[in-house]
């Protein structure tokens, strides 16, 4: 399974940013999507978990209430809508894929996309 991460860019806090996470050419509708974040010198942080039948969904504290997760299976895409841009959101955002149910743990997941910029600033 190859993943795409699109989406990032510059914003300002306050404002909003809708990633995407797709497999092109393929198909990952049996998997489940984790969206992560990473910040240079820290550990990547799980933000939110969507299950392969979009049933289940986790987020991370960080994220309620700020952040979506959801997923169209007839476009083989994830999607992060985030909002409410704080500039400590500012990370590499990488999307990751695992067969079955989610998973809270970045080391579950076996795909990884190549991770997408987002800077928020003050």
């Known amino acids: 399974v190859q993943l795409q991460a699109s989406g990032g860019g510059l914003v300002q806090a306050g404002g909003s940013l809708r990633l995407s996470c797709a497999t092109p050419?393929?198909?990952?509708?049996?998997?489940?999507i984790g969206w992560f974040r990473q910040v240079p010198g820290k550990e990547r942080d799980l933000i939110a978990a969507?299950?392969?039948?979009?049933?289940?969904?986790y987020y991370g504290d960080f994220a309620k209430g700020r952040f979506t997760i959801s997923r169209d299976k007839s476009k083989n895409t994830v999607y992060l809508q985030m909002s409410s841009l704080k500039p400590e959101d500012t990370a590499v955002y990488y999307c990751?894929?695992?067969?079955?149910?989610?998973?809270?743990?970045?080391?579950?997941?076996?795909?990884w996309g190549q991770g997408t910029q987002v800077t928020v600033s003050s």
């Open positions: 990751a894929a695992r067969l079955g149910a989610y998973e809270i743990y970045e080391g579950a997941y076996s795909y």
């Open positions: 969507i299950g392969f039948n979009s049933g289940n969904r």
């Open positions: 050419g393929g198909t990952f509708n049996a998997y489940s």
